[in-house]
């Protein structure tokens, strides 16, 4: 982080400027291959296919070979799936319910926990997931999954029926309920999933990208001594910040899985 | 004297202030209320979520809406 960031400034000194803070340019790099078709190939999809190799590689290793009792890399597995079966399938949608959507939970857990903890690893700096394109696939996923769990439960129309007309409410109130009910299952939600990641990701990324080039502009760019003294400071925030980024990473990965066994278990309860 | 800049800024950070305090009442609520019987903590965090997810849109709208208009 700090070579590219130096590297920046010393490119921005040679043309004279003074503190480059982060922009959006940030998030679309340069493109490596195949530039200006639909299979361009930049830093960020570099750093998402690494996250995916290192996910597949990790549960490769522990279901390599499956025994009753495990071995280390086994029990990790374990630990990792029972963690999103226990602690947000089971409590969410019940016990054979939840056994069903582990599997899936699992994928969007681990997929999201994957693509946003590379934003702070060393020499990869970037969340996969501070562009739009993952937070959508997966919000796509959780969306057709709510869907298909409603449908497979109760039938097509009962779904829609239970979704968009909730029952208990005298009928002349489903005229402002229904179409506030419709824009916020099928369109808010996915929407806000998208967005909460989005945001989150690249609020961090800025936030620790101003962080450690302040340092970098106050210890060597800024002319008097209390300047480069307070570059002891943005490195501290950096060093704050990057713990932070951490739990934010993990939090919003658990968010993402908790909000959609939560809109499974809206879809699949009947009345 | 003259300011400039982007008045969606001043827009999207009022808009934080609505979405912020429900969140605080939610949280603090469902912190209350696990107080008081620990053994829903279950049932309790998951409506807290729901809860959050809706409330929290608010504040994403806003956000999205200062990139669209």
């Given at each position: 982080m700090l070579t590219s960031s130096t590297s920046a400034v010393v490119l921005a000194a040679e043309e004279g400027g003074g503190f480059h803070g982060p922009t959006l340019a940030d998030f679309f790099p340069p493109a490596?291959?195949?530039?200006?078709?639909?299979f361009e190939f930049n830093r960020i999809a570099l750093v998402r296919l690494i996250a995916t190799a290192m996910l597949v590689l990790f549960f490769w290793l522990a279901a390599r070979r499956v025994r009753l009792v495990p071995g280390r890399a086994q029990s990790m597995g374990e630990l990792a799936v029972d963690f999103v079966r226990k602690g947000i399938a089971e409590e969410s949608l019940g016990r054979e319910i939840g056994r069903r959507y582990t599997p899936v939970l699992v994928v969007i857990f681990f997929g999201v926990l994957f693509m946003n903890i590379t934003g702070i690893i060393p020499f990869l700096n970037i969340a996969g997931s501070s562009v739009i394109g993952l937070p959508l696939v997966f919000a796509l996923l959780s969306y057709v999954t709510f869907i298909v769990a409603g449908v497979r439960a109760q039938g097509g129309g009962h779904f829609l029926k239970s979704q968009l007309f909730p029952p208990g409410v005298p009928w002349p109130i489903y005229l402002i309920l229904t179409p506030i009910e419709f824009l916020s299952t099928f369109i808010i939600r996915p929407a806000t999933l998208t967005v909460r990641l989005l945001a989150n990701m690249l609020a961090g990324h800025l936030l620790l990208v101003l962080c450690f080039a302040a340092t970098n502009y106050l210890f060597f760019e800024a002319s008097s001594l209390g300047l480069n003294l307070?570059?002891?400071?943005?490195?501290?925030?950096?060093?704050?910040f990057t713990l932070f980024e951490i739990f934010v990473a993990v939090l919003q990965a658990y968010v993402f899985t908790v909000l959609t066994a939560v809109y499974i278990q809206l879809s699949v309860e009947s009345h | 004297m003259e300011i400039t800049g982007d008045i969606a800024t001043i827009g999207y950070g009022l808009a934080t202030i609505g979405p912020g305090i429900g969140m605080g009442i939610l949280v603090g609520k469902t912190q209350e209320a696990v107080a008081r019987q620990p053994e829903l903590a279950g049932p309790l965090r998951i409506n807290m979520f729901i809860g959050m997810a809706l409330v929290e849109a608010l504040g994403l709208i806003g956000l999205a809406a200062g990139f669209v208009f």
């Open positions: 490596v291959l195949f530039e200006g078709t639909i307070a570059g002891i400071g943005t490195l501290a925030a950096g060093f704050a | -």
